[in-house]
């Protein structure tokens, strides 16, 4: 699963650069609220607009403090998986609850510094777990391969059939690095600039679905 990042796209033309990605299987949208993150982008209103442009399932990465209160209206509005961050929380389960009852799926993010072991006995409340591969807050940063000792320790619990979720990945995606993130055993990833700094959106969307389908050893 290829999920373009509009981090990267022209903030004011997202319906078409929606629009140009029309092969991606989810559109990943950050969440920034220059607490949790030293950043600033985009809120709900965007989001509710930009799900009225597209029928690409939405998939958004909520960079912010208060998941929990934050986290369901997004949810509410039509998102299709909602991710916040375990740092962010005292009770990761509570907030994925809610963001499933207010019916999106509930995902969980960690820093590249966050160990994953803390969170293992958790997940099976999740749908998704975003790996980050740069530090959450800004996009074009360089990808960090240390962190694939967390999606391979997860995907030895999906394959033996302890947990079913979507493994993803964020951070320094690109047709030189997505092999090596496949094959520690991603199913999604989120790319930016690999995909919006291109002349043709979708046809970079095929390319890197195709060097990660033929890198994997379980995508298919």
């Known amino acids: 699963m290829i999920a373009p990042s509009i981090l990267s796209a022209d903030f004011a033309r997202l319906a078409a650069e929606?629009?140009?990605?029309?092969?991606?299987d989810w559109l990943h949208v950050d969440v920034m609220d220059a607490h949790f993150v030293p950043n600033l982008t985009l809120g709900l209103p965007v989001v509710k607009s930009l799900l009225k442009a597209t029928n690409i399932p939405l998939d958004c990465h909520l960079m912010i403090e208060d998941p929990a209160r934050w986290a369901p209206p997004y949810a509410e509005a039509g998102a299709y998986n909602v991710t916040f961050h375990a740092?962010?929380?005292?009770?990761?389960?509570?907030?994925?609850?809610?963001?499933?009852a207010a019916g999106a799926k509930a995902g969980l993010s960690v820093k590249p510094g966050t160990p994953i072991e803390p969170y293992l006995e958790i997940l099976r409340d999740f749908d998704t777990l975003l790996v980050m591969s740069v530090e959450p807050g800004?996009?074009?940063?360089?990808?960090?391969?240390?962190?694939?000792s967390k999606a391979k320790a997860v995907r030895a619990l999906v394959d033996s059939?302890?947990?079913?979720?979507?493994?993803?990945?964020?951070?320094?995606?690109?047709?030189?690095?997505?092999?090596?993130?496949?094959?520690?055993g991603i199913d999604c990833f989120v790319a930016g600039s690999a995909v919006y700094?291109?002349?043709?959106?979708?046809?970079?969307?095929?390319?890197?679905?195709?060097?990660?389908?033929?890198?994997?050893?379980?995508?298919?």
Do not use: C, K
């Not at 800004?138 to 962190?147: A, I, N, R, T």
């Open 197 to 220: 700094d291109t002349a043709d959106p979708a046809a970079a969307v095929r390319d890197l679905r195709a060097r990660a389908i033929h890198a994997s050893h379980h995508l298919s």
């Open 161 to 184: 059939g302890d947990l079913r979720l979507v493994v993803e990945i964020d951070g320094g995606i690109n047709s030189d690095t997505i092999e090596q993130a496949a094959e520690a």
């Open 87 to 100: 740092e962010a929380t005292d009770d990761p389960s509570a907030v994925a609850r809610d963001i499933r």
């Open 18 to 24: 929606a629009e140009a990605v029309s092969g991606a």
């Open 138 to 148: 800004f996009g074009g940063q360089s990808f960090m391969p240390e962190v694939l």
